[in-house]
C-alpha cells in the first residue's frame, strides 16, 4: 500500500469517527483538546507547590526548594500534551455514562430496598453566602522572583533553632497574660518604663550601664528584658493587688525605721547552695584582707554584684516589712570596716563589709512620709506574693507541651 493510499485511509477514517462521535454529543468534549494555561495559572501553581512543600514538618533545604521549583516548572511547560489526555480521559467517562443511563438499573431483590437517589431535594431557604476566601498570609521573603519564603517555614527554623530554650518562658508568659487579660486590664508602654527605671535605679546604676554591664550577662536586650521580666512582673503585681491585707500602724513606723533610720554602706559576696566548700574557702581569705575582698567581690558567681564589685543600695539597720531580714540581722552592729560572718541564707551563703555608716535622715517625719510608705509595704507584699500566685496559676492552666525536642546525638568517635 502506497503513502498516499494509506494517508487517504486515514483521513477517511478520522471523519467517520468524527461523525459518529458528533452524533453521541461527544464532539463537544474533544473539541476543547488544546488547552492553554494562564501564566497568573502557571505562577499559582508554582507557589502553592512550594507552599505545601514548607508546611511539612521541618523546613525544606534550600536545595530541595530549588529542585522543586524547577521541577514544577517543567510541568506547567508539559501542560497542553497533558491537558488533551485529561480531555479525552474526560470524554471517555462521558460516553461511558451516556451509554449507562440508557438502561434503568436492576431490579432489587425481595426483601432488599433500593438505595435512595443521590439527586438533593430543592432548598427553599435563602441561598447561603458564599464563604470567605482565606487570604495567605505574606510571606517573610521572596527569592527568585516569585517563589515565597513562608511564616510557617522560618516558624519551623526558629523552633528547631530556639525552641527547647525558649518554648518554657513562652509559654509562662502567656499564663500571665492570659491571666491578665481575663480581668479586661491593660499595661502602658510608659508604666513599663517606669518600673524599668526604678529596677535600674536600685541598684545604683544608669541605664546605659545596665545595657551594656547587666544585660549582656544574662543574653538580653533591653527590649528582651522588658518583654521577659518587667511586663510579667507588672503583670502579676496587678494581680496580686486583690489579696493583700491592710497595712497596720505599727508595721508603718517599722518601716519609716528601715527608710529613714541609720544605714550602713557595704559591699556583699554571695555564694549559691552548691558553693558551701567554695564559700568557706574564701572566706578565710577575704576575711582579714581588703585587697582579696575587693578582687573576689569582682570574681563572684552573681553577675550583677560583680559588676558592682559586690557594692548595693545602703542597708538599713532596721529589717523592712515583709523584706529578708538576714542581712539587716548580720549587719545591725556592723562597724566601719568590719566583715560579717558567713552566713547561711535561703539561697545560699552571703558576707557582707561595711563601709561606711550613714546617719538617720532627721528631716522626714512619720506623719509627712506615712502615705509613701504605705505604698512601699504594699509593694514589699506583692513581691512576696508573686511566686505563690505564679505558681497557682501554672496548676490552673496546666500547660502541655506537644513539641518533643530530641537529644542531639552524640559526636560519632573515630
Known amino acids: 500500500m502506497t503513502e498516499g493510499t494509506l494517508s487517504s485511509r486515514l483521513a477517511r477514517g478520522r471523519k467517520m469517527l468524527r461523525a ?26 508554582v507557589r502553592n507547590a512550594v507552599h505545601t512543600l514548607t508546611r511539612t514538618a521541618g523546613a525544606v533545604p534550600a536545595g530541595v526548594l530549588f529542585l522543586t521549583e524547577g521541577a514544577v516548572k517543567s510541568m506547567i511547560v508539559k501542560w497542553k500534551l497533558a491537558g488533551a489526555m485529561i480531555a479525552a480521559c474526560v470524554g471517555l467517562t462521558g460516553l461511558g455514562a451516556w451509554q449507562t443511563s440508557a438502561h434503568p438499573p436492576a431490579p432489587a431483590a425481595p426483601g432488599q430496598s433500593v438505595a435512595a437517589s443521590p439527586v438533593p431535594l430543592l432548598d427553599k431557604r435563602a441561598p447561603e453566602k458564599a464563604p470567605a476566601v482565606r487570604k495567605e498570609p505574606e510571606p517573610v521573603a521572596t527569592i527568585f522572583g516569585d517563589v515565597p519564603i513562608t511564616r510557617e517555614a522560618f516558624a519551623d527554623h526558629l523552633i528547631r533553632r530556639y525552641g527547647k530554650k525558649e518554648l518554657d518562658l513562652f509559654v509562662n508568659k502567656q499564663v500571665i497574660a492570659h491571666a491578665f487579660g481575663r480581668k479586661g ?13 526604678t529596677e535600674i535605679k536600685s541598684l545604683g546604676i544608669t541605664r546605659a550601664n545596665f545595657v551594656t554591664e547587666i544585660l549582656p550577662r544574662y543574653g538580653k536586650t533591653l527590649e528582651e528584658w522588658t518583654e521577659d521580666v518587667i511586663t510579667p512582673r507588672l503583670m502579676l503585681s496587678q494581680l496580686c493587688k486583690v489579696n493583700i491585707p491592710a497595712t497596720t500602724e505599727a508595721e508603718l513606723r517599722q518601716q519609716f525605721a528601715a527608710r529613714y533610720g541609720e544605714k550602713i554602706s557595704c559591699r556583699v559576696i554571695t555564694w549559691t547552695k552548691d558553693e558551701g566548700a567554695e564559700s568557706q574557702k574564701a572566706y578565710e581569705r577575704i576575711h582579714d584582707n581588703e585587697n582579696e575582698f575587693r578582687d573576689y567581690a569582682r570574681r563572684q558567681s552573681e553577675p550583677t554584684l560583680a559588676t558592682t564589685g559586690g557594692r548595693v543600695a545602703p542597708i538599713p539597720r532596721t529589717p523592712t516589712v515583709n523584706g529578708n ?18 552566713t547561711k541564707t535561703e539561697t545560699g551563703f552571703i558576707v557582707v563589709k561595711c563601709d561606711r555608716v550613714i546617719p538617720a535622715d532627721k ?6 512620709e506615712k502615705a509613701a510608705l504605705l ?23 496546666k500547660p502541655k507541651f506537644h513539641l518533643k525536642f530530641p537529644d542531639p546525638a552524640p559526636a560519632p568517635k573515630n
Not at 36 to 44: E, G, K, N, Q, R
Not at 185 to 197: E, F, Q, S
Not at 376 to 396: G, T
Request: proline share 5%.
Open 20 to 45: 459518529r462521535l458528533a452524533r453521541r454529543g461527544v464532539a463537544e468534549v474533544t473539541a476543547g483538546l488544546a488547552l492553554a494555561v494562564p501564566a497568573s495559572l502557571a505562577t499559582a501553581t
Open 185 to 197: 486590664w491593660t499595661i502602658k508602654g510608659d508604666d513599663v518604663m517606669a518600673a524599668l527605671d
Open 325 to 342: 531580714n538576714t542581712i539587716p540581722h548580720v549587719t545591725a552592729k556592723l562597724k566601719v570596716g568590719e566583715i560579717s560572718p558567713l
Open 363 to 368: 528631716s522626714k517625719s512619720f506623719d509627712n
Open 375 to 397: 505604698m512601699e509595704v504594699a509593694q514589699a507584699r506583692i513581691d512576696l506574693e508573686i511566686p505563690k500566685l505564679f505558681d497557682e496559676l501554672k496548676r490552673e492552666a
